[in-house]
């Protein structure tokens, strides 16, 4: 691991063997002749097969004319990605690779593998194109977005090995789509660049590789790729732009079709004026939607003979996938931060991982993008988004789904994501033998009692597998007390929860909105969100509550809290134990083990995401790749990788290693701050930190 972090983290002018050396020593080994294809030979991504059957089956946009345009008729146009100067590689992700049947290490050791993954080089097969397709961003329709950085390469065919039945199943189009985030522009970088950031970048990176170990569907990152071109970025929207690295990731799926690819071909927006630049293309949409259910949904395909009753199969199957994937969202505390329909899967994955967070504190109101300001996005939220959201899906297969049938469909959203979401809860407080009418309650109290005392979300699940089942012989005090005191060791202190409770309005700002909406109503219903104000006033509230509180009162009302919650804890485990013919030993067991296969020791927190950073904007990559290690195992201890590299005993920070002297970049904020363990609660500057 050290060997592999000191050959990434050095830099490429030093160690990368030119493109022209590498096949002159190829054609060396060939007798002094390279033949057509012998380059395969070489490089192991000149090996991937593609077979591009998104562009062979939807229509692609003829025009090569540069620049931002609105593109009528085409689900894809051609582009061209644009070189980075010096590319090198962060890290790469060996789980990842393996599906397009590439060795990491073969990866890492070839010299053009950093060009090909920045698209300094267009691989062999591949057809680089951008996806186009509008979007309801914040609620209101956008028009035309698109793939305004991203750069499909193709579509690389299984590999068959001995997981290829399993890969099926989970992808039955038998191939992985592959695209490049970050390498230029392309006639949807509207306003923008086309690039991307090494900060955002390493956050997608390890977003998607962490997510796919919590065993949430989401597209996947192969690798990460690092540049010497810079860009202007304004980070926080302040007029203080800097200089950043332009990076790009590798992101596989098997497609990155989403609602918003079917929304194209929507009628002018009553609200905005705005309309797809395919509108009234019904034939494309039926195009659109027979290429995608023969692709992705097969069995769906060969079930149904009749057109309407396919389709409605087919949305169903996206509101189940969906209803699914927002409950595995809420049952590991992440919120995605912009779940505008553009960002919805097709295929009900996790998808563009842009201000997205984990919850450390609970709190249902949790809005993880500093741009959310109505909280439109916030974590309580995202069940009722989804479902607005493939709402707007439902409109947009018009005429090729009848309305009537799919608001029939979207009736059964709430109750599907509430059988996904209290099967999870279950499992995570290891409620396994039987399904009580009282554990809807058990888990709300639960939230209930975790946002009262600002509990870690993580940790407090995490520490509940602690709580024994009630056994012959047991003090019942003593275990209550014992469970007690490790649920408060995860709780906020009296200032942590004065700060969190912060109304986020100007006072003054919230009087006159105040004022406004006693003198006129009308008028207060156009400049004020009425949720917003009310949040604002329940802060207030309960800010005025803590104010007059101390410390001591604090821990008294938590520990109170906790003890009555624990004792209904256990007495509900007491029915699990009471399941005929059951084994008290055998089903601790079990529930020692599922309990700790649902609740994570590790997420990819804000601040461990921060720490990767800023330790790779000073030129060291061996925290990203430490980090991702940790992440591809996030329900174990991994010994030696419990914490930072260059945090030593008891905490103390060491003299980080591989970072060279000057090295710094532009703008990038050296810290000296003390670090922790990936699995503790965040460290107070941890609350700091704005993501937009």
Known sequence: MAALAARLSRPSTKTRI?????????????????????????????????????LRRLPLDPSEEPGTRTVRGACFSRVRPQPLPAPRFVAVSAPALTLLGLDAQEVLQDPLASEYMSGSRVLPGSEPAAHCYCGHQFGQFAGQLGDGAACYLGEVLLVPDGQSEDLLRENPSGRWEIQLKGSGLTPYSRQADGRKVLRSSIREFLCSEAMFALG???????????????????????????????????????????????????????????????????????????????????????????????????????????????????????????????NMSILGLTLDYGPFGFMDRFDPDFVCNASDNTGRYSYQAQPAVCHWNLARLAESLDPELPVPRARAVLDEYESLYNSFYLANMRRKLGLLRREEPEDEGLVTELLRIMHNTGADFTNTFRCLSRVPCPAEGQEEGDVVESAVELLLEQCASLEELKAANKPTMDPRELAMVLSLAQSNPALFQLVADRKTVSRQLERLARLKELMETNEEELRVKQRDDWTRWVHQYRSRLAQECSCEGSDLQTMQEERLRVMESSNPRVVLRNYIAQNAIEAAEGGDFSEVQRVLKVLEKPYEAQPGLEQPSWMGPGGAEVQRQGVEEGSQEEGAVATSRPCIPYDSKPPTWASELCVT
Not at 41 to 47: A, F, G, I, Y
Not at 221 to 239: K, P, Q
Not at 317 to 327: D, H, K, N, P, Y
């Open 216 to 342: 949430i569907p989401t597209t996947r990152a192969g690798t990460l790729v690092t540049s010497d071109l810079h860009v202007l970025r304004d980070v926080f929207y302040n007029g203080r732009p800097r200089r950043e690295r332009c990076s790009v990731v590798l992101r596989i799926a098997p497609t990155f079709i989403r609602f918003g690819s079917f929304e194209i071909f929507k009628a002018e927006d009553e609200f905005t004026g705005r309309r797809g630049p395919s509108t009234g293309r019904t034939d494309i949409l039926a195009q659109l939607l027979d290429y995608v259910i023969e692709m992705f949904y097969p069995e769906i395909q060969k079930k149904h003979s009749e057109r309407e009753e396919r389709n409605v199969a087919f949305f169903r199957e996206v509101v189940v996938r969906t209803a699914r994937l927002v409950a595995d969202w809420q049952c590991v505390g992440f919120c995605h931060g912009v779940l505008n329909t553009d």
């Open 18 to 54: 030119s493109a022209t050396a590498f096949r002159r020593v190829c054609s060396t080994a060939t007798g002094g002749m390279l033949p057509m294809g012998a380059a395969a030979s070489c490089s192991p991504l000149e090996r991937l097969r593609f077979d591009n059957a998104a």
